[in-house]
């Protein structure tokens, strides 16, 4: 007999979607996705990105096809997700990003197109593509990762910023338009978690340590730290939260 608790965070029959699934925060959701019995799609550049965390689904005994799709590129989007309503798709998590560092006078237009791009319009376009197929069926759920750059200026990080405070107001727009056709959209923002592209704020010693000085719970969060709160979003247990931008920061947003 299944308990209260399974049915309320249990995913078993569900089918998820990840992009930016080959490392970091996106493979960790995805893993985690599989552990609470989801059948997942991973987006990414190549097979041979994709294939770690294959595996690491594979080996809970859920099922993991590949997606093959360049994100910053609307027609590489057109062209991958143009047989998405056949795919039947629960939840889609648009994890997929990038950042660029620079001052504000020295950021090349390149670099801002290519960071709005895959941040921002890749979530909208794979939102609206999905989410259609989902309104069809009257049910989804839709996860957009945000930032505490959604909130807060940064430093050096313009297009990243503007990026993210976009995800916050599409999240909460997409929310508002499909709330009531059983479709949830909801953000996390993560604090300052040891991925990838925090790595050169961990290098500076002085830069890391100010802020740890700021993070009550006195660390770097980890990617798995983001994972259970998308297994949370995506679950029975969330059905009541929409438009939600949730920060998981140890604590910064409260200082």
């Known amino acids: 007999m299944t308990s209260w608790l399974e049915s309320q965070f249990s995913l078993r029959g569900k089918r998820a979607l990840v992009t930016g699934s080959s490392k970091g925060i996106g493979s960790a959701i995805a893993i985690s996705l599989a552990q609470a019995g989801a059948d997942l799609v991973l987006v990414g550049r190549s097979t041979e990105s994709l294939e770690t965390t294959r595996l690491g689904i594979e080996a809970t005994g859920q099922q993991a096809e590949l997606l093959i799709c ?4 609307s027609a590489s989007i057109d062209k991958a997700f143009g047989g998405i309503a056949e795919m039947n798709v629960d939840i889609v998590v648009n994890n997929a990003g ?3 560092r620079a001052p504000a006078a020295e950021t090349a237009m390149q670099d801002w197109t290519r ?3 895959t941040n921002l319009s890749s979530i909208f376009q794979i939102s609206q593509a999905c989410g259609s197929a989902m309104i069809l069926r009257g049910h989804g759920t839709i996860i957009n990762i945000a930032s505490l750059l959604s909130f807060q200026g940064g430093i050096n990080v313009p297009a990243y910023t503007a990026s993210k405070h976009g995800v916050a107001g599409v999240t909460k727009a997409l929310a508002n338009e499909w709330g009531n056709k059983g479709v949830s959209v909801n953000a996390i923002a993560p604090g300052y978690i040891a991925t990838d592209n925090t790595a050169p704020l961990r290098a500076d010693q002085e830069r890391s ?6 993070i009550p719970m006195g660390r770097w969060g980890e990617a798995e730290d983001i994972a259970s709160v998308a297994v949370f979003l995506a679950s029975p247990a969330a059905r009541y939260i929409n438009g939600e931008v949730l920060t998981v920061d140890g604590g910064w947003m409260g200082r």
């Not at 360049?70 to 590129?73: A, M, Q």
């Not at 340590?209 to 700021?214: D, F, V, W």
């Open 209 to 214: 340590a100010s802020i740890l000085a700021r």
């Open 70 to 73: 360049d994100v910053s590129s």
């Open 115 to 117: 960071v709005i791009n």
């Open 98 to 100: 990038t950042i660029s």
